[in-house]
């Protein structure tokens, strides 16, 4: 509910991009002060908002209390404290699941050191992921596209784990023998705001070409 420019939040930004890249059917997991998100869309047609009161149980329990929303539906996931243009999930919604859009020259984040890392096979799918890879190839924009099987990654592991993350589930699904591709979007507009610095720099750097693709 940050805002990015005057009454427009980071929510609001990924919705339009979303809705930008032909995404109609919503499905918004509220956690902290989910309330507030409720209020924020109110009335808005296309968007269901599923409630996630463990919220600090991290994003893979988000994901999973999504699962009933869902269904069986290929779906695209994303993060709330994104911001990217809505070519990147138009390209994934393209490329069908199991695939996450990966760029090798992330020019618009703050601090790659930030990041969730990824880590490439030969044939361009992903062999490791996570925030502290010693060898990576490119950078997670935090955008996928999923099946049942994502969820099903996350119902096994929250009989594991008190917290699971997204990278939690990818990880699962390697390791069970699934090929979890990369769609290259390399040099798109996109960053991610987890500190009030990355948001200046959002703002500054991100913001304007952001609206120049909405048209706006």
Known sequence: MVEVASGLTLLELAIRSLRAAGLEELVVVSGYMGHKIEEALAGQEG???????????????????????????????????HLFEPSIPRAAASAGPLALCVDREPRYLLSVEEATKVELAPDGSIRAIGKHLGRWDACDTGVFVCD??????ARELARQSFSITVSDCVRLLISRGYTFRTVDVSGSLWTDVDTPEALAHAKEKVLPGLLRAFGT
């Open 47 to 81: 968007i269901r908002i599923v409630r996630n009161p463990e919220y600090w149980r991290e994003n893979g329990f988000s994901l999973l209390k999504a699962s009933e929303a869902v269904g069986s539906e290929e779906f695209v996931l994303t993060m709330a404290d």
């Open 148 to 153: 049942e099987r994502m969820l099903w990654a």
